[in-house]
């Protein structure tokens, strides 16, 4: 999928939200254990419920990979069901992958081919060669940890190089690598204040930003800062919508919650 036609999507659906489908079998409704896949039974009635609310959907690998094999089959289920009913859906494999070059393409093909994602996060950390394999997937995005949600993102992304922070070296620098275009940022909700600055940096690049909902972030800060006029933002939300009930109604929920942020959104854009 390209980012124009993200756009559209996002204009059509007055709707910039990303779904995070993050799951946790101990959280899930009881019932659907009985299912022969409760992962993909829990993602389809979720999808149902809310694909006319959201422009994308993230699936956290760690949550998948956690169960092995059945994890991983239930992902590829649901990535095909999402590619089949939805098409014009953004999908995001949240893997947080990158490595030597020859690794990377075989994560690059991973994702992109064999599950066919549109886009996959990746840590820059190994730099140039460690995410190129992943730029060269055409009308396929890579999205770069830049500034994330998390506490520690203090540790090493703020800290300075020759007087510049280090998340501002990975915006600057990677503007410069092979196929950059592909390129799409994480940034957390919760770093909303660091907006304004990053966007004098990659004006125009399309934000993923997790940390509303559950990590308390604002989704009007957010807006007030990175928000350009193509949009360029697409906000995830995950616990905060999906686990929104265990009952019987747990679908009926998570489309309530998704609802309020749609609607939140629509204003914004209006
Ligand atoms: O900086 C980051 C990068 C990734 N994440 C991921 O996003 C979701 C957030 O889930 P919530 O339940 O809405 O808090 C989750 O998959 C994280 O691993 C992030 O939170 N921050």
């Known amino acids: 999928m390209t980012t124009h036609q993200l756009t559209e999507q ?25 299912e022969e896949d409760p992962i993909f039974a829990f993602n389809k ?37 999402l590619n089949v009913k939805h098409p014009e859906i953004f999908t995001i494999a ?29 840590a820059p950390y190994m ?11 055409e009308n396929k995005h890579t999205i770069l940890l830049a500034l994330t949600s998390n506490a520690g993102a203090f540790d090493f992304q703020t800290k300075k190089i020759d007087e510049v ?7 600057e620098t990677s503007k410069t690598w092979n196929n950059s275009q592909n390129l799409m940022y994480v940034v957390g909700a919760t770093k909303a204040e660091y907006l304004a600055e990053i966007r004098k ?16 972030g604002s989704l009007q800060e957010v807006c007030n800062y990175g928000m350009t ?32 942020l749609q609607e939140q959104m629509e204003s914004i854009l209006n």
């Open 10 to 34: 996002i204009k059509k659906k007055k709707s910039f939200l990303c779904i995070g489908l993050d799951v946790d079998l101990n959280k899930i409704p009881q019932h659907l254990l009985q």
């Open 45 to 81: 009635a979720i999808i149902d419920a809310t694909h006319h609310l959201c422009v994308a959907y993230k699936p956290n690998t760690a949550f998948y990979e956690a169960y092995g094999l059945k994890g991983w089959k239930a992902l590829e289920k649901t990535i095909m069901y």
């Open 94 to 122: 949240d893997a947080k992958r990158g490595d030597i070059g020859n690794t990377s393409t075989m994560y690059a093909k991973a994702f992109f081919e064999d599950l066919a994602f549109d886009s996959v996060t990746v």
């Open 127 to 137: 730099g140039k060669d460690s995410v190129e394999p992943f730029l060269a997937f």
């Open 165 to 171: 922070e280090l998340y501002k070296h990975v915006l």
């Open 201 to 216: 940096i990659i004006p125009e690049s399309f934000l993923l930003v997790p940390g509303v909902g559950a990590q308390g």
């Open 229 to 260: 006029n193509n949009v360029g933002l697409l906000i995830n939300s995950s616990r905060g919508i999906i686990y929104a009930s265990n009952g019987e109604d747990f679908a009926q929920a998570s489309a309530a919650k998704a609802k309020e």
